[in-house]
């Protein structure tokens, strides 16, 4: 069982920058594709960012409203997958979470592709 901690979550006026981080329990979590995704009070959790595991290159993928603003990294050695969001905008404004699952991973951008989820952590761009 892999356990996901969501961190780096405030309060941002609009244009700042944040930086998310998802650390795992795991050591091998290299050999984990990972998403980011956030979701607001009362709708559904939308997809932001995926990086591949390593046996696909780290290949990345962003939804079209964060492209060219956010960048998602990993550091296998650390375990930890990033999210570097700059140029935020109040439409920002949710609470992220990191998921994860073993290897390869079809339907990136659907929440129920993945086993293993972060609590949260909450992001709010005032603008």
């Known amino acids: 069982q892999v356990q996901l901690v969501d961190t780096g979550g405030g309060l941002v006026q609009a244009g700042g920058s944040l930086r998310l981080s998802c650390a795992a329990s795991t050591r091998t979590f290299s050999g984990y594709s990972v998403g980011w995704f956030r979701q607001t009070l009362g709708k559904e959790r939308e997809f932001v960012a995926f990086?591949?595991?390593?046996?696909?290159?780290?290949?990345?993928y962003y939804t079209d409203s964060v492209k060219g603003r956010f960048t998602i990294s990993r550091d296998n050695a650390k375990n930890t997958v990033y999210l570097q969001m700059n140029s935020l905008k109040p439409e920002d404004t949710a609470v992220y979470y990191c998921?994860?699952?073993?290897?390869?991973?079809?339907?990136?951008?659907?929440?129920?592709?993945?086993?293993?989820w972060g609590q949260g952590t909450q992001v709010t761009v005032a603008s």
């Open positions: 998921a994860a699952d073993r290897g390869y991973v079809s339907g990136i951008q659907e929440p129920r592709s993945y086993d293993y």
């Open positions: 990086i591949s595991w390593s046996g696909g290159g780290g290949r990345t």
